[in-house]
């Protein structure tokens, strides 16, 4: 069964920082892209960090706050979230595509062509 767990998320400070933790199962991990996408309620979807073997993507909008990264031997992927602002309050999911030599990451990982999503982890940024 291919199972994405999102944890971390909670009631944090404006100016604090979260890691969100994605972790994975049922699939070969190696051979997808990873995306973490958020949706605060009332607006519109947003991509924010994708990873793959080979590659990363960021969001303009979160550039010089969030990191992206992955532990492949625990099949988790992390989004550590620096400087929160208010406007970071969101429902925070990870998805995954099938990835491979000829994919470009920032065509690949995009919300309309995920496969397998997983639940949200909510983050409130209170100020």
């Known amino acids: 069964e291919v199972q994405f767990v999102e944890s971390g998320g909670g009631l944090v400070q404006a100016g604090g920082s979260v890691r969100l933790s994605c972790a994975t199962s049922?699939?070969?991990?190696?051979?997808?892209?990873i995306g973490w996408f958020r949706q605060a309620p009332g607006k519109e979807h947003e991509r924010v960090s994708c990873?793959?073997?080979?590659?990363?993507y960021l969001a303009d909008s979160v550039k010089g706050r969030f990191t992206i990264s992955s532990d492949n031997a625990k099949n988790t992927v992390y989004l550590q979230i620096n400087n929160l602002k208010p406007e970071d309050t969101a429902v925070y999911y990870c998805?995954?595509?099938?990835?491979?030599?000829?994919?470009?990451?920032?065509?690949?990982?995009?919300?309309?062509?995920?496969?397998?999503w997983g639940k949200g982890t909510l983050v409130t940024v209170s100020s």
């Open positions: 990873i793959s073997n080979d590659s990363t």
């Open positions: 998805a995954a595509r099938p990835y491979g030599v000829y994919a470009l990451l920032s065509i690949i990982c995009r919300w309309g062509g995920m496969d397998y």
């Open positions: 049922g699939f070969t991990f190696d051979d997808y892209a």
